[in-house]
């Protein structure tokens, strides 16, 4: 089945540390993307990437770094100077043709401890 | 900056009723995309209708539908017969053609009443 996965489904993290949340997409889609969402709120992307080895900020990119060094793959990486990390995070990929439909991962809980 | 706007926070609808989502956007472009996606309990996200700026008729999926009001910038989402599992945090979202970035308002909470 073609689809996307985000590992883990929870993760908890003591403050100071850095945590990498994994995306993966079989779709064969050329964009991933990441958004944060809080309660009450709507999603705000944090980076995203159209090709391998390119990858653009979002609106929310401090405290966080990625890398895209396959076309399959979009690891997001929760550094320690995110003041505020507790939040669900959603992994996205577009396969940039005319339908412009984002499909969505089921998404990682992160808690700092 | 474009900005999507979904005014009610929360709402409720008796099964079998219809229920009507309001959204609006402002953009200074005329080519555009709009999606209504739907976050049931599981957190996933699940699209549910999209719409073109350039198409006149508005989409229809079954039992959703939307009513685009290009010039008032207004995209509301009809849900018809509501059924126990339409329950879900809807979400609106504006996507500029060609670009990247999908901007989305802060969703409504519907609640079926059985």
């Known amino acids: 089945d073609g689809g996307i996965t985000q590992s883990p489904k929870y993760l908890f993290r003591k403050e100071g540390q850095n945590v990498t949340l994994s995306c993966e997409q079989n779709l064969n889609h050329d964009a991933m993307y990441w958004y944060r969402q809080d309660p009450g709120q709507g999603l705000r992307l944090i980076y995203y990437s159209q090709i391998v080895n390119d990858f653009q900020k979002g609106d929310i990119a401090e405290g966080y770094s990625v890398s895209r060094e396959k076309k399959e793959s979009f690891p997001l990486t929760v550094t320690s100077a995110q003041k505020n990390p507790t939040a669900f995070y959603l992994c996205?990929?577009?396969?940039?043709?005319?339908?412009?439909?984002?499909?969505f991962g089921p998404g990682t809980r992160l808690t700092v401890l | 900056a474009q900005t999507v706007t979904q005014s009610q926070p929360e709402m409720s609808v008796q099964e079998a009723e219809t229920v009507t989502l309001s959204c609006t956007y402002d953009t200074s472009e005329s080519d555009y995309y709009l999606f209504w996606y739907k976050q049931p309990p599981s957190r996933q996200m699940i699209l549910v209708i999209r719409?073109?700026?350039?198409?006149?008729q508005n989409a229809t999926e079954n039992r959703f539908s939307v009513n685009f009001q290009k010039a008032a910038k207004s995209f509301s989402l009809k849900i018809s017969d509501s059924q126990l599992g339409d329950a879900a945090m809807y979400f609106c979202a504006y996507q500029i053609q060609g670009a990247q970035k999908l901007v989305f308002g802060q969703g409504t909470r519907l609640t079926i009443n059985p």
């Open positions: 996205a990929s577009m396969d940039g043709g005319s339908y412009n439909e984002q499909f």
């Open positions: 719409q073109e700026a350039y198409k006149q």
